[in-house]
């Protein structure tokens, strides 16, 4: 049975930093690519960032390019997200799940689709309070 776990959401000033973690267990983890993705109440969820089953091509939204850097260690089966400067309107739960497309989607379309998605976690939540 595939699990995933997201932790290392919580309350942070605005400017702040915090790092999520996800660890997963029942897949092989080394296989996937994978990603975070986030949804604020009343929004439809979004790709925050993803990366390859090596770690050598990532992808971020617009919206967190230059502030969040996405990075796992295959070895701990676990992937991370360092969020830095945050912004009020980073505030929401956090999911972290694996790329069933491989990236061929964010490289075709330069979005991560959902819909690519699965294996999801229960979500963190991060609060940024300006």
């Known amino acids: 049975q595939v699990q995933v776990v997201e932790s290392g959401g919580g309350l942070v000033q605005a400017g702040g930093s915090l790092r999520l973690s996800c660890t997963a267990s029942?897949?092989?983890?080394?296989?996937?690519?994978m990603g975070w993705f986030r949804q604020a109440p009343g929004k439809e969820r979004e790709g925050v960032s993803c990366i390859s089953w090596s770690g050598a091509r990532t992808y971020y939204a617009d919206s967190v390019k230059g502030r969040f850097t996405i990075s796992r260690d295959n070895a701990k089966n676990t992937l991370y997200l360092q969020m830095n400067s945050l912004k009020p309107e980073d505030t929401a739960m956090y999911y972290c799940?694996?790329?069933?497309?491989?990236?061929?989607?964010?490289?075709?379309?330069?979005?991560?689709?959902?819909?690519?998605?699965?294996?999801w976690g229960q979500g963190t939540q991060v609060t940024v309070s300006s």
């Open positions: 029942g897949l092989t983890f080394a296989d996937y690519a």
């Open positions: 799940a694996a790329d069933l497309a491989r990236m061929t989607t964010v490289q075709a379309l330069g979005v991560m689709v959902k819909a690519d998605f699965g294996y």
